[in-house]
Each structure stands twice: as structure tokens, then as C-alpha cells.
């Protein structure tokens, strides 16, 4: 058995399975990363499985070159499909490398859209070697990608990771901090010079970024927010920056920054002169952090940072400001660092992975949901990430070894002889919890850096696990009295689903990063609760507040809160 959007149709329908239903598995995988949908998705687990057999799949919505490796994958009879993943590795390096298969030489086909989600269009920036994949995002998908690899030159050592990157909107130039003789000043990469040169009057700096003409960079030191020419010269003093938490150079002249751990983005002339606030914070918003201005001048991505949220910066909210309208929209609750990429997307970082959500520029919201893009990029202090995308579609990160580090956790069953039986053993698998009839088991799948991740519920006779959720930013599942359904918290309310993976999540309250912690015997009341930051003489500690809830009669879940209305 396995997750039923991801079966074969020959394991669909009971017959004998063999390896090739690995190779289907791995088509319906690689078709939702380059669609950024959900190929079968139906609403119960026999809807699902029915959709596995007898749905048509569309594999012209894929970029052009991979819908031959699609059609080998995805094909139902066994017998006609690929028959070893190894023969797919060959075809997606032939595919990368611009080589001719003649085993999956294309059709003729009309011009298709670009890529929908820039999977490749990404740089690596390491301490030894600087690495580009140039992705040019206007033209058909059958164009080539470019690799450049050099290195970044004597004298530098590495890369500040207290530091930041940026690259030019052409994608021509990278300014990163590096760090020589145990110093760090900013240095500049251009991609048609061999090597990266100092810039000098840099010192100390961090979090650089370019003007929209490339000539000018912004940076932090000093407790200062300064500017220096690309090519080198003075560094000039613009304004005081208490604690900086990033900024962004507009083409009206002004730079948006935040200039204070914790307060309102800023606006600033880039000749010098005062701040002044650009937004207003929210009652529940400590922070605004990390701006991007948004092409054509119509606003500004950045993260919300809640009180509650604490340093836990997978909890913050990726929003966008509209300068016509002064509107700000939520786009996605649960990440930080938003980046414009050309592809049409917004790429955030979550658990030290990139993903990238499809983004209307004219409208500024979001217009669909996100997919990981990649894993392993490196997190910085503050909410910062090093990653910075440029207009013409390239893109620079430096790579971190964050996941790597995770280790694997082991839920056990403890006997009454005092004898321990593993029951799940995954990396982060935490907060267990019985289902009433004892036959399940829901868990949550966490990353390395934070108590949230997402639901999962293992049959515990014959060891199968359904995921629930796919956002990654759950906490503390419960079971209903029934076993039916499984209660969670999110970042933004208390959710529930139903335990067999069918349906889709439904949310019971708002409510700021609560933890929901036990039903009544007969279903009819929820106790949960939120964590609240307390001050006390000469020390700082949790706090957690407890609340009841009612609900009239399940399985509608109406929830009414002591003396008030019903939700």
C-alpha cells in the first residue's frame, strides 16, 4: 500500500505491483513539480483511487521536452512503461544537457508556456565556487539552460553567513558578504569577470542590495544605513538603523527598509535624509521585516513577524503592500524572505526549503498554492535567507546544510514488562497521540528547527501512514471521540480533517498559533490553548492561557466560545 494520489493503477486495482510502479509514482511527482497542482485529488480516498485508474492525464500542461519522460511514466498498461527509474536519471540529464533521445525525442509540438515553477532557475553561491543556472523566463521551455561554474577568487575565505547576497535586476552582478583574514566587507562578482574583488568602505557590513541600475549598493553598518558605488568610492551615511532587518531600492528613488528589531517598514530617499513610516503595524504584528520591491514600481513584497511568533520565523506571514491603494494582501501564513521571481511566482523559505507560490502581479495576491522547489538553502539571523532573484530570471542562493543535520525520531510503544517496539521512526516525528479505538496513530512530521510540521496518521496493524496536511506549519493533532476526524492547530486557527485523508482541511476558529489539547468524553467540548510571552522581574518566561470551546453536535463542528456567538 502506499499514499493513494501516488499508486500505480495496477496497485490501484489489487493486481501484482513490481518497480514499475515506482516509475509511475515518480511521473505523478515530477508532473505536480512542474505544474504546481495536484495531479489526483480527488475529494475521498475512492474518489482518488478512482481517478488513478481510469483519469486523463494531461501531460501537454508540462514544459515540452519533459512530456516524452512524462508519457513513458505515466502510461497505465505496465507493460508499455519504463521499465527501471534509472532509464528516467538518464533521460533528465540528457534533457538538462540538451542532448537528443531518440527514445524520447519530442513530437512536434506548438510553442509551450514557460516553466511553472522555477525549479531550475537558481545559483549556487559556496565558499569555494560560484555556480549559475540562468533560466531565461520569456522565452519558449525548450530553450537551454546556461551552467557557469568558477571560482570566486583569492582573498576570499568564505562567505559571511552573517552577511546576505543580492544580485542585479540584469542578473549580472552579485554582491555578497565575504569574509578575508577574518574580516568582513562586501565584494562584487560580476558574471563576465573571473574573479570577485573587495569593495572598499564596506566594512562590517551586511544584507546588501543593488539600486534598480546596478550602480549604487545599499547595506547596513555601523548601525547605519549607507550606500557605496558599485565600482568602489566613499560610502555615504543615509539615516540611522538601530538594528537592520533588511531593505530594497525602488525606482522612485526611495529605499524601503526596516531599520529597528522590531517596528514598521521605513521609507527612505536614497539621497539621505529622515525615515518615514510606510505602514502602520497591526495589534497582533511586531515586526515588518525584509521588503522586495515588485516590478513596474506597483508595490513591495515583505514578512509580517507576529508578538506571538517569538524567533520562530516559519511562523511569519509573507504578504504583499500595493502603492495605488495602499491595500495589503495576505499571501501565505507560514514562511519568510518572499522574493519576485520572473517565472510569476514568489519564492519563500520554510524549514531551510525553497518554495515558490504563483503569484498575479497585476492583482498582487496569490494564485495558487506553493510547491518546494528545493531543500538545503541557507538561513540567516532574523528571518534573513541567502537568496536574491533578478528580473531576467536568474537567481543566486548559498547552500546550508540545515536539514542535513536532522536526525531520525522514533515514536515507541512502551509495554507493561517495561519492553520498548517501534511504532514510526522518521525524521521529526513528534507529538503522538492514540486514537481512541487504538488502531491509529497521528503524528506530526516536523523540520529541524521548529516544533511544526505536518499531520500525519499511521495504521499501526498494518503499517501504512496517510499524510494529512501539506503546509508544514501544524502543531499538537488531536483525535475526535469518534476516531473520525483529527484536530490540529495552525499558525492562524484550529483546523480539523477527516482521519482517512479524504476532503479537504476545514478551519473551526481563528485564533493565533494555537494548541488544541483535549476533547470532553462526549465530543461536545475542545480544550485548547496559546502560548503568551510573560514578563516578570529580572526574568523572561512562557506563559500558556487555557480556553474551552463548544460545539453544538458533530460532525458539523459548530464551535461556540463560553458567552459569545457561534462561529
Not at 532557475?121 to 568558477?150: C, E, F, I, N
Not at 535586476?169 to 563576465?192: H, N, P
Request: hydrophobic fraction near 40%; aromatic fraction near 8%.
Amino acid at each position: 500500500m502506499g499514499t493513494p494520489s501516488y499508486m500505480s493503477p495496477e496497485q490501484a486495482s489489487g493486481q501484482p505491483v513490481d518497480k514499475r510502479a515506482d516509475v509511475w509514482s515518480f511521473g505523478v511527482v515530477l508532473w505536480e513539480m512542474l505544474t504546481g497542482r495536484r495531479l489526483f485529488d480527488g475529494q475521498t480516498i475512492a474518489h482518488t483511487l478512482a481517478d488513478v485508474i481510469n483519469k486523463e492525464i494531461r501531460v501537454d500542461d508540462a514544459p515540452a521536452k519533459v512530456q516524452p519522460l512524462l508519457r513513458r511514466c505515466l502510461v497505465r498498461d505496465a507493460r508499455k512503461r519504463m521499465r527501471d527509474i534509472g532509464e528516467a536519471r538518464i533521460a533528465l540529464d540528457k534533457i538538462e544537457s540538451g542532448e537528443e533521445d531518440a527514445a524520447f525525442a519530442p513530437i512536434a509540438e506548438k510553442p509551450q508556456r514557460r516553466w511553472q515553477l522555477p525549479a531550475l532557475a537558481l545559483m549556487t553561491l559556496t565558499a569555494v565556487g560560484l555556480g549559475v543556472y540562468h533560466y531565461l523566463s520569456t522565452r519558449p521551455v525548450d530553450q537551454s539552460l546556461v551552467w557557469l561554474k568558477t571560482d570566486l577568487g583569492v582573498p576570499v575565505a568564505g562567505v559571511s553567513t552573517n552577511g546576505g547576497v543580492a544580485i542585479s535586476q540584469d542578473g549580472s552582478k552579485i554582491v555578497f558578504t565575504g569574509e578575508a583574514s577574518g574580516k568582513g566587507q562586501l565584494y562584487l562578482r560580476r558574471l563576465d569577470q573571473e574573479i570577485a574583488v573587495p569593495i572598499s568602505g564596506t566594512e562590517g557590513a551586511s544584507l546588501p542590495f543593488l539600486s534598480p541600475d546596478g550602480n549604487w549598493i545599499g547595506f547596513f553598518a555601523d548601525q547605519k544605513l549607507k550606500k557605496v558605488p558599485v565600482n568602489g568610492g566613499v560610502a555615504i551615511s543615509l539615516c540611522d538603523a538601530e538594528n537592520n532587518r533588511g531593505g530594497s531600492w525602488g525606482e522612485d528613488g526611495f529605499i524601503i527598509a526596516s531599520l529597528a528589531t522590531n517596528g514598521a517598514l521605513m521609507k527612505v530617499p536614497a539621497a539621505g535624509g529622515a525615515p518615514v513610516p510606510l505602514l502602520e503595524l497591526r495589534k497582533d504584528e511586531r515586526a515588518q521585516r525584509f521588503p522586495q520591491h515588485l516590478p513596474d514600481g506597483k508595490g513591495i513584497l515583505f514578512m509580517s513577524v507576529g508578538r506571538e511568533a517569538g524567533n520562530n520565523y516559519d511562523a511569519a506571514v509573507i504578504e504583499s503592500f500595493s502603492f495605488r491603494d495602499r491595500k495589503r494582501t495576505v499571501l501565505h501564513r507560514g514562511g519568510h524572505y518572499p522574493r519576485y521571481l520572473a517565472s510569476g511566482h514568489v519564492a519563500y523559505n520554510f524549514e531551510g526549503a525553497l518554495f515558490g507560490l504563483p503569484f498575479q502581479l497585476n492583482r498582487m495576491e496569490a494564485a495558487g498554492l506553493p510547491v518546494q522547489i528545493m531543500a538545503g538553502v541557507q538561513v540567516g539571523l532574523s528571518g534573513s535567507v541567502f537568496f536574491d532573484a533578478a528580473r531576467n530570471g536568474t537567481a543566486v542562493f548559498l547552500r546550508g546544510d540545515r536539514l542535513a543535520r536532522q536526525s531520525t525520531s522514533v515514536i515507541q510503544w512502551l509495554e507493561g514488562n517495561g519492553k520498548l517496539e517501534p511504532l514510526v521512526s522518521r525524521p521529526g516525528a513528534m507529538q503522538p497521540r492514540f486514537s481512541p479505538d487504538g488502531s491509529r496513530l497521528v503524528f506530526v512530521q516536523t523540520g529541524s528547527a521548529a516544533f511544526r510540521g505536518d499531520v500525519h496518521v499511521q495504521d499501526v496493524r498494518r503499517d501504512i501512514a496517510t499524510k494529512l496536511t501539506f503546509d508544514s506549519i501544524n502543531v499538537a493533532p488531536i483525535w475526535t471521540p469518534d476516531s473520525k476526524h483529527v484536530v490540529y492547530g495552525n499558525v492562524d486557527g484550529i483546523y480539523w480533517m477527516r482521519s482517512d485523508g479524504g476532503g479537504k482541511p476545514r478551519k473551526l476558529l481563528d485564533a493565533v498559533t494555537p494548541r488544541p489539547t483535549s476533547f470532553s468524553p462526549d465530543g461536545r467540548r475542545l480544550r485548547w490553548c496559546r502560548s503568551a510571552r510573560v514578563r516578570r522581574p529580572g526574568e523572561g518566561r512562557q506563559s500558556s492561557s487555557s480556553r474551552a470551546l463548544r460545539t453544538r453536535s458533530a460532525p458539523s463542528m459548530r464551535w461556540q466560545q463560553p458567552g459569545s456567538a457561534s462561529r
